[in-house]
């Protein structure tokens, strides 16, 4: 079965950028259609989504991203379909952004002319401190 | 952003009970709400998608109703293991937001 592992430093510098790493596991992660998601939570807080990247059975239409407006000018999630991998790069970091980091498959649910997203399978979190 | 309110924030509950836990959106969505079960060191696991529709292998004790802006996940008779954190999360645009959660713990 399909499985998702997050990896990455869990202490981080003010200021400095974050690179965390979701492989996945019994199956290819270039296939879908499926959305790639990062999502994070931070103690005590809710649930805050980071932003997506698609994959496509199809190449040509696999990539194209989404990001939380909240975080727009500071996140990039990209495809490493060699590695089965998707990455987050989180940039200019604060105190705030210490949380555990989830990465999670999106897939769709299609009723009819509506389609629903929902986050099917997730990695069991990797926790990030961002202090000097 | 479309805001999210969960009630009650915590619940205090016994094995056997039937517990509600209310979702409410701040504009209408239709169905395109989600629950999620967290417990600390796991994964989380998708419960309900599309407001009603239980995951594969989810135990049917859960089930999700509503629509529009207010939304429930009723777990029928409360087994030790349900004990944890819920969300709900909204998927009618992005960015997607979750609810503050709800933690059922032992009463």
């Known amino acids: 079965q399909v499985q998702l592992q997050e990896s990455g430093p869990g202490l981080v510098k003010p200021s400095e950028t974050l690179s965390l790493s979701c492989t996945v596991s019994?199956?290819?992660?270039?296939?879908?259609?499926?959305?790639w998601n990062w999502i994070r939570h931070p103690a005590g807080k809710g649930l805050e989504w980071i932003g997506r990247?698609?994959?496509?059975?199809?190449?040509?239409?696999?990539?194209?991203?989404t990001y939380n407006p909240s975080l727009n000018s500071r996140v990039s999630i990209s495809l490493d379909t060699s590695k089965n991998q998707f990455s987050l790069q989180l940039t200019s970091l604060t105190a705030a952004d210490t949380a555990t980091y989830y990465c999670a498959r999106g897939l769709q649910h299609i009723e009819g002319a509506t389609s629903v997203w929902f986050f099917d399978l997730w990695g069991r979190g990797t926790l990030v401190t961002v202090s000097s | 952003d479309i805001q999210m309110t969960q009630s009650p924030s915590s619940l205090s509950a016994s094995v056997g009970d039937r517990v509600t836990i209310t979702c409410r959106t701040s504009q209408s969505i239709g169905h395109y709400l989600n629950w999620y079960q967290l417990k600390p060191g796991k994964a989380p696991n998708l419960l309900i998608y599309a407001a009603s529709h239980l995951q594969n292998g989810v135990p049917s004790r859960f089930s999700g109703g509503g629509s529009g802006t207010d939304f429930t996940l009723t777990i029928s008779s409360l087994r030790p293991e349900d004990f944890a954190t819920y969300f709900c999360q909204q998927s009618y645009n992005t960015p997607f937001t979750f609810g503050p959660g709800t933690t059922v713990d032992v009463k």
């Open positions: 990247v698609y994959t496509h059975e199809n190449f040509k239409y696999s990539g194209g991203t």
């Open positions: 019994g199956g290819a992660l270039n296939s879908g259609p499926y959305y």
